[in-house]
């Protein structure tokens, strides 16, 4: 979502005049869009906040803006900490004396690569005990269905090939619109533009998931075989204490739904590891669930107390951090074997990439299920959907050669 909304601003900072540059020594503007979701995510910020401090000391005509989760509704407490910032606004906003856009496209890029992020839907309704997003990014708010196909029509005008649709909750996408459309209904009208190739979405929630939902990615020829499905933890004991609302059983059921609706479905989560009385039993329960499913991707966490947080406010960060890393490592080697496994049945086989970009003088470009594939090539690939046969896996990426 950051990486969309800094997208989005640089863009329309471009329509104001601005030009970007390398670094902040040679900016007249300097926006820092700051993430908070992790406590090293934020002491990051205050480090890149206190740097620029004496940036500004050497060139008090340079402007400083702070957006982003930091920017809660205690601005005046920032004002105070970091005197020497010139503005804060909040995150998907715009700075201060700057007019909101007339119209959505002013800030799409004008020169798009073949992907680009779309968000449908901001905040979240669900307070889940460690999360901060709530606090920060308020409650859910929904874009107009309208304004996100013209958005994705004109981005495909410009070039792009596919779309991800962003939300922190995208499963709860248009309750709050008259007539209460659903993801599964814009997947239908997003995937009638025509040049438009693919359609990815981020986050499900497993409370929320709706099976008209998998029946749209399942039916669409545009929408990926791809999902990314937070469980968080394997124990039933602890998923309460972080009001998660499924349980295991839920969370393993749906698991099978999907599998059997969306063969050849490529599915990621994300765990976090020592969260408040998390006992070595209840850590064994989700090595024993990642174990069982076998995702494709998993992205681990060590909990950390997020100040205002139910958690941080009612449990005691009683895991040491020896035995969170512990953990965290355990998961990491765990699904190191498991991706091996999963990737190494691509050996041999002929898939469809999307082509990014390139990288240490390789092509890059992923499949449908969202694998990073390498490959080498003359030609200019960038953007289109060439087909790789595979030679080679990693747990991260695959390699190959296009095939003639
Ligand atoms: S659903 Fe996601 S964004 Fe919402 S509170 Fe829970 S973890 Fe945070």
Not at 159 to 174: A, T
Not at 283 to 305: E, K, M, N, R
């Amino acid at each position: 979502m950051n990486k969309a909304e800094s997208a989005r601003l640089g863009s329309y900072l471009e329509q104001q005049g601005y030009q970007a540059v390398a670094i902040a020594e040679e900016a007249d503007l300097v926006v820092l869009n700051s993430c908070v979701v992790r406590q090293s995510a934020e002491n990051r910020v205050i480090g890149r906040l206190e740097a620029l401090k004496s940036l500004k000391k050497q060139r008090p005509q340079l402007t400083l803006a702070v957006t982003g989760c930091l920017v809660n509704s205690k601005v005046d407490r920032l004002k105070e900490r970091f005197p020497y910032v010139d503005y804060f606004f909040k995150p998907g906003g715009y700075p201060p004396g700057m007019e909101k856009p007339a119209a959505p496209e002013m800030v799409l890029p004008q020169h798009p690569l073949s992907t680009a992020l779309v968000p449908i839907i901001q905040g979240c309704n669900h307070f889940c005990s460690y999360c901060i997003v709530p606090y920060r990014r308020g409650r859910e708010r929904s874009r107009p269905v309208e304004e996100i196909v013209s958005e994705v029509k004109e981005l495909v005008r410009r070039g792009v090939k596919e779309v991800i649709l962003l939300g922190q909750n995208v499963d709860s996408y248009g309750h709050d619109l008259p007539g209460s459309p659903d993801l599964a209904m814009l997947l239908y009208r997003l995937n009638t533009i025509d040049g438009l190739s693919r359609l990815r979405f981020l986050t499900n929630h497993p409370q929320e998931m709706s099976s008209r939902l998998t029946e749209a990615v399942a039916s669409l020829d545009k929408v990926c075989e791809e999902m990314n499905l937070a469980v968080q933890s394997g124990s039933n004991d602890i998923l309460k204490l972080m009001r998660r609302g499924y349980t295991v059983e839920d969370y393993r059921r749906l698991v099978v739904e999907i599998r059997h609706r969306i063969p050849g479905v490529a599915l990621s989560t994300d765990v976090i590891v020592g969260f408040p009385s998390e006992t070595e039993a209840q850590f064994q329960q989700t090595v024993d669930l990642l174990s069982d499913i076998g995702f494709d991707v998993v992205h681990v966490a060590a909990y950390s107390p997020r100040p205002g947080t139910i958690a941080a406010r009612r449990f005691k960060d009683d895991v040491p951090l020896a035995e969170k890393k512990a953990r965290l490592s355990r998961i990491e080697q765990l699904q190191k074997a498991i991706a091996t496994e999963i990737n190494s049945r691509h050996l041999g086989r002929t898939v469809e990439v999307l082509v990014e970009g390139r990288k240490k003088g390789r092509w890059w470009g992923r499949t449908r299920t969202n694998k990073l594939v390498f490959f080498d090539g003359s030609d200019d690939y960038r953007g289109q959907l060439i087909r790789v046969n595979i030679d080679k896996a990693s747990p991260w990426a695959l390699q190959g050669k296009v095939e003639n």
